[in-house]
Structure formats: C-alpha cells, structure tokens
C-alpha cells in the first residue's frame, strides 16, 4: 500500500491489540492516532481507516471527540477510503452512512456465536461487549446477527462488525475489571474468563482468517 492505515483509537482500554499484531506481522503499515486527546488526521492520507471500540456512545455530543470520530469516517466514505468499524467503530460507521445505533433492553456481554451469512465472517464465539446495537444502512447488506441483532453489514468496500476480532482474554479482563455496569449484564468477571478461556485461543484463528478476506477485499482493483 502506497500509504498507511489509519487505526481511530478512542480510550486507553481500547487498543488495536490483535489486528495491531496482525498488521504488523504482513508489513502493513499504519499510523494509531487517540482520539480522545488528538485531532483526527486527513483520511485521506491512508490506506484504509480502523474505527476501535469505546465505552462511550456514538450518540453523544459530550466529549466531542464522538461526533469528530464519525466525522472522520463520513469523510473517509466520502472519498472512497475504506472502513472497518468495530463495535463502537461499527455503530459510528451505521451513523456515518445514514443509519445510527440503538440502545439495547438486554446488554450483550460474553462469548457468542453469530449466524453468518457470508464466508467472509467466521461464526466464532466472537466476543460481544456492547449496550447499543448497530443498524444496518440503507444500501447496505446484512452480512451476519448474534441473538441481540445484527453482527456485521458491508457497505461498498466499508465494513461493520459489533463484535470484537481483536481481543484476547487479558484485555476482555480488563475491561470486566474496570466496568461499573457490568453488574447490569448478569455476567461476571469471573463468567467471562471462563469463557475466553474457552474460545479466545480459537477466536485468534478465525480473527487471522476474516483481517485476511478485509485485507484482501480492500486491495482489489476497482
């Protein structure tokens, strides 16, 4: 690629961690810009752009760097860059093509397998840690549902996923140890290390084999 990948990371408990190695091991370069304490850069100055997740909301104003984020991706759509959104990355791309993200009665926390309907998208035990859900835009197709709604929509050469390819068992712990409302879930910390003790070792297998389809979707010729 004749420019690097820009990867929007949103929080110190959100790093590309997984995909970051991924990349790293192909050669493909990238530049990490945190947006929480930096102005996201021109996207079109890369390759590709790399919405992380967040444990805020796509639809809050407050701090700004919510609606620049999806700014950023409105302008990377705009100019036929393209996007992979995971989690809060997928719902801001949903809300960044016209569609938005929704607030969940029953928030979907732990290791789930999804229904895929493309071989693109591994059926998992992907796991899921999020309290809204993403829509699918018009003009876009559903690509794969977990039992809270939709896991995964391709736009063009853009990419939503609500789940997160690039966790290992050590970061989901992490997340677990710090969050105030996971109590609100009816899953534990300790339920979910039992969990990524289960799956996160074959997860990286299948994260590997859908960075590779993105990776391979994004550099075809158009």
Known sequence: ??????????GEDGPPARFGDWLRE???????????LEE?????????????????????????WVPRAIET???????????????FGGQA??????????????????WVEIESRDPAIPPGPWLHYH???????????????SPAGPAAFRHGRHLALQFHPEVDGALVDRWAAGDVKLAQTGITRQRLATESAAHAGAALTQASSLFAGWLADIRRPR
Do not use: Y
């Open 93 to 110: 791309l949903s809300v960044a093509l016209g569609g938005g993200s929704d607030v969940l009665a029953q928030p979907e926390v732990g």
């Open 26 to 36: 192909r050669g493909v370069p990238f530049v990490v810009r945190r947006l929480w």
């Open 1 to 10: 690629m004749s420019k690097p990948g820009l990867i929007l990371q949103h």
């Open 40 to 64: 996201p850069p021109d996207p079109t100055d890369h390759s590709f752009v790399v919405s992380l997740g967040s444990e805020r909301s796509v639809n809050d104003l407050h701090p700004d």
């Open 73 to 87: 991706l409105r302008l990377a759509i705009a100019a036929d860059v393209p996007v992979l959104g995971i989690c």
């Open 131 to 145: 309290f809204e859900q993403m829509r699918v835009p018009q003009g876009a197709r559903e690509l794969a549902r």
